[in-house]
């Protein structure tokens, strides 16, 4: 008999793929030698001379398991013969999952709020994925309306306005993670208007029901010890402007009393008072308005910015 040696080898059927950028090859071997497979791909097992690796032989079968095999479930999966005797196993990972995909703000971050992203107006970006098994192989990116594009590298946002940066990635075997999809607000700085901050009439004593939006403010500044804030606070047109200015000016102070109570430090905070100076909608002195419409005057606002260096 021969002493040619003949070597079985797991290849994938590989067919067109749906997406143009979903990687065809459903077979990877990484740097350690561990092999992964896409694991719905069809498996068929060859024989080839050991010297002729390219005289592929489809080894027939009749069992209704094999050419094709498919693998049942992400994992591990042994690939078992019997040679002299012995059982001979080979491991193969099969990869049912899709890389994650995430954008990392390099330079500029205000905060997160809401799945939307605050940052400068000059600020940088860095598509980030991590796949469990096989590893990334490429990540694509969508700004705005534009169609996905392979990426690496940073995202500059060099002007002011929102965005929407879409991101997915494939992995070493073909799999497709899912989209991630991010609101970009890119501005000096970001102002959040907070109609529900009430104070008891002629009194800057906050209200129980406006505890829960300060408790939200408070978050956001515990989660980014770098930000500062403005608290301005507005007042509607009843009364004499010189009264409003003032009692705004102590509602502002009266919110910041509450941050610094839950341990905000008071050097980021600055309180403001502009009375009724900057009305959101044409009830001003002299206009007959209903309290609906002067109440969204009567106002608190945050702006959030990042201190000058």
């Given at each position: 008999?021969?002493?040619?040696?003949?070597?079985?080898?797991?290849?994938?059927?590989?067919?067109?793929?749906?997406?143009?950028?979903?990687?065809?090859?459903?077979?990877?071997?990484?740097?350690?030698?561990?092999?992964?497979?896409?694991?719905?791909?069809?498996?068929?097992?060859?024989?080839?001379?050991?010297?002729?690796?390219?005289?592929?032989?489809?080894?027939?079968?009749?069992?209704?398991?094999?050419?094709?095999?498919?693998?049942?479930?992400?994992?591990?999966?042994?690939?078992?013969?019997?040679?002299?005797?012995?059982?001979?196993?080979?491991?193969?990972?099969?990869?049912?999952?899709?890389?994650?995909?995430?954008?990392?703000?390099?330079?500029?971050?205000?905060f997160n709020h809401n799945?939307?992203?605050?940052?400068?107006?000059?600020?940088?970006?860095?598509?980030?994925?991590?796949?469990?098994?096989?590893?990334?192989?490429?990540?694509?990116?969508?700004?705005?309306?534009?169609?996905?594009?392979?990426?690496?590298?940073?995202?500059?946002?060099?002007?002011?306005?929102?965005?929407?940066?879409?991101?997915?990635?494939?992995?070493?075997?073909?799999?497709?993670?899912?989209?991630?999809?991010?609101?970009?607000?890119?501005?000096?700085?970001?102002?959040?208007?907070?109609?529900?901050?009430?104070?008891?009439?002629?009194?800057?004593?906050?209200?129980?029901?406006?505890?829960e939006n300060l408790k939200?403010?408070?978050?956001?500044?515990?989660?980014?010890?770098?930000?500062?804030?403005?608290?301005?606070?507005?007042?509607?047109s009843r009364g004499s402007?010189?009264?409003?200015?003032?009692?705004?000016?102590?509602?502002?102070?009266?919110?910041?009393?509450?941050?610094?109570?839950?341990?905000?430090?008071?050097?980021?905070?600055?309180?403001?008072?502009?009375?009724?100076?900057?009305?959101?909608?044409?009830?001003?002195?002299?206009?007959?308005?209903?309290?609906?419409?002067?109440?969204?005057?009567?106002?608190?606002?945050?702006?959030?910015?990042?201190?000058?260096?």
């Amino acid at each position: 008999m021969s002493k040619r040696h003949f070597w079985v080898l797991a290849l994938l059927f590989l067919c067109s793929s749906v997406l143009a950028q979903e990687n065809a090859n459903n077979v990877y071997v990484n740097d350690k030698g561990d092999a992964f497979v896409k694991a719905d791909a069809p498996v068929y097992f060859f024989i080839s001379p050991e010297n002729l690796p390219a005289q592929k032989i489809l080894i027939p079968s009749t069992d209704k398991a094999a050419n094709p095999m498919y693998f049942d479930g992400d994992g591990k999966h042994y690939l078992v013969y019997e040679s002299k005797g012995e059982k001979v196993r080979f491991l193969i990972w099969a990869d049912g999952m899709g890389p994650k995909s995430s954008l990392r703000v390099e330079k500029g971050l205000l905060f997160n709020h809401n799945n939307r992203v605050y940052v400068e107006d000059r600020a940088s970006f860095t598509p980030s994925a991590t796949d469990a098994k096989s590893g990334v192989n490429q990540s694509y990116i969508a700004i705005d309306n534009q169609p996905f594009a392979p990426f690496k590298g940073n995202i500059d946002i060099e002007r002011t306005g929102e965005y929407s940066i879409k991101i997915y990635s494939t992995d070493n075997v073909g799999n497709v993670g899912d989209t991630a999809t991010y609101k970009i607000v890119a501005a000096p700085d970001v102002t959040f208007k907070i109609d529900n901050i009430y104070f008891e009439t002629a009194s800057t004593r906050i209200t129980g029901n406006s505890i829960e939006n300060l408790k939200e403010m408070v978050e956001i500044l515990k989660n980014y010890p770098e930000l500062f804030v403005e608290i301005k606070a507005h007042a509607d047109s009843r009364g004499s402007s010189e009264y409003n200015l003032e009692l705004s000016e102590r509602r502002a102070q009266s919110v910041v009393n509450y941050l610094t109570s839950k341990g905000i430090e008071n050097f980021r905070l600055k309180a403001k008072g502009y009375g009724d100076t900057q009305p959101v909608n044409e009830c001003v002195k002299g206009v007959k308005c209903p309290d609906s419409r002067l109440r969204e005057n009567r106002r608190v606002e945050f702006r959030f910015y990042l201190p000058k260096k």
